[in-house]
């Protein structure tokens, strides 16, 4: 008969991947063993060990793990858009996954445990940034190749974008604001962000 839901290998690996985001958010990296994760996630050490085979790349399993959720890898990418669709579309999956609480305290964890522990910040950017950066260059070089955009240098274009696009709404939330600091909306924020970026590596005036 056959067995329904996740395989229980599946299943153990979200398991410690929650545990160990819970645990590092919660009391920081340095301080969170992989006994404690492994007492977390109901398994052995050594399931630890045979899924991801250090603590550091349970860090990196689990950012790389919100990036696929939210769709922001190169093989989730839809290349054949234009960049009116696809760069307001990817911005607010990026925006919105950056928002959510788990992402945040994610994020605030790697900026304080970064200068003490330089590993965190690499995974943490190896595992996150870099690939969607990776993403969306991939996306700039298809829409340059179809004469709907003119980039030259389509990771610094890529990092720009990433980097104006999470300015404010990233800002706002990591100062625990409750009220944006200016009269303007996320949603109103993308919009404008991407149609100065379009208009600046556009062939044709926008």
Known sequence: ????G??????KR???LDAAT?????????????????????????????HFSSKDNVLR??????????QLT????????????????????????LLEDTALRMYRLCLTEGERHPEVGLSFFESGPKLIVQA?????????ARHELQVSHPELAAAQFLFMIRGLPIETAL??????????????????????FIRAYSETPY
């Open 1 to 4: 008969m056959a067995t329904l």
């Open 6 to 11: 996740r395989p229980k290998s599946d299943q």
């Open 14 to 16: 979200q398991q410690i």
């Open 22 to 50: 819970d645990l590092f958010t919660a009391q920081g990296y340095a301080n969170t063993s992989l006994d404690q994760v492994a007492s977390a996630a109901g398994v052995s050490k050594q399931t630890i060990y045979s």
């Open 61 to 70: 399993e689990g950012v790389k793990r919100h990036c696929m959720q939210a």
């Open 74 to 97: 190169v093989d989730q990418s839809d290349l054949s858009l234009s960049p009116t669709v696809f760069l307001p579309m990817f911005a607010a999956r990026f925006i919105g996954t």
């Open 136 to 144: 969306l260059a991939q996306y700039l070089t298809a829409a340059t």
């Open 175 to 196: 100062l625990c604001l409750q009220d944006q600091p200016y009269e303007i909306s996320n949603e109103e924020y993308i919009e404008e962000t991407c149609a100065m």
